[in-house]
């Protein structure tokens, strides 16, 4: 009963830590500049060219601007947002948000379902490349959102030719919780054959490595998070190795015996009024490319 009752105790305190996450701002507009890079007048002008997207091709595009990724993963919260904004119409899902996070200098074209098939991997990374980056590096960060909610509207549109160059990768790089998940069975086998021991080992480091993404390096963070991850990997190694000794007391349902928290948690229905955009519901999945500059 005591190891029970340990996790208990420490995922109490390490609530806090893992409930803080970068909010989702309340707004509607089409173009949310909270790091106030832009001008009114830049601000009008693409808020009306967005606005005549959809109003002839149903599209909405979305641009979400911030000071700060506070630690998060820049993938990670541009899913979040897209989905509780609800960009994009309900089984279309024809939605796509351009995030800038400034301080990191980073750039996300995030990619609804259903314009997975012309807003690829591949050509979001290189209208981020051929289009944000320069005018971003000289500093003039109007004209680079201008110039790539240019690329994004006519990629939609199969219009969009992109100068010559080395084709980029097909594929957005790997985030880190699909590192997490690939690195799932060899930690499985290793659990099997060192038990609790093992797995406090390996469940201390993991929950260093995650706590660290999901909440920066903060020291309370980390060191809740190694201690949450200590006392669940010896919880799980112990199973798993009762399970490896006697199979027959010890098996798995359909969904195993953990619960583990996903990305999303938020539903779409997105905001209206003001001028802004009215979120149907758009579904995203990862779609779409980063960068930098």
Do not use: C
Not at 15 to 32: C, D, H, I, M, R
Not at 86 to 92: D, F, S
Not at 135 to 144: D, E, I, K, L
Not at 198 to 209: D, P, R, W
């Amino acid at each position: 009963m005591r190891i029970p009752l340990l996790l208990v105790l420490v995922a109490l305190l390490a609530l806090p830590a893992w409930a803080a996450q970068l909010p989702v701002p309340k707004t509607g507009a089409w173009v949310t500049d909270l790091a106030g890079v832009l001008t009114p007048e830049e601000t009008s002008a693409l808020e009306a060219r967005l606005r005549e997207l959809e109003a002839t091709d149903s599209t909405q595009v979305v641009v979400l601007i911030i000071p700060s990724l506070e630690g998060k993963v820049l993938e990670d919260y541009s899913e979040r947002v897209a989905t509780a904004w609800g960009i994009g119409q309900k089984n279309r899902d024809n939605g796509v948000l351009l995030l800038v996070a400034m301080k990191e200098r980073r750039i996300r074209i995030e990619v609804g379902y259903g314009l997975e098939g012309r807003l690829t991997d591949a050509l979001t990374r290189r209208i981020i490349q051929n289009e944000f980056v320069p005018s971003f590096r000289a500093g003039n960060f109007g004209r680079g959102i201008d110039a790539g909610v240019t690329a994004i509207i006519q990629a939609v549109r199969g219009e969009y030719r992109p100068v010559s160059g080395p084709a980029p990768g097909r594929r957005s790089a790997a985030r880190p919780l699909d590192w997490i998940i690939a690195m799932l069975i060899p930690l499985l086998w290793v659990l099997s054959a060192t038990g609790m021991i093992g797995g406090m080992i390996l469940g201390g480091g993991a929950g260093v490595f995650l706590a660290y993404y999901l909440a920066g390096a903060g020291v309370i963070p980390l060191v809740a998070g190694g201690a949450l991850g200590a006392a669940a990997g010896a919880f799980i190694g112990a199973l798993i190795r009762a399970g490896v000794r006697s199979p027959s007391r010890s098996r798995w349902g359909r969904g195993g015996p953990f619960i583990f928290p996903g990305r999303g948690g938020f539903s779409g229905g997105g905001f209206s009024g003001g001028g802004g955009f009215s979120g149907g519901g758009g579904r995203f999945g990862g779609g779409g490319s980063s960068g930098g500059w």
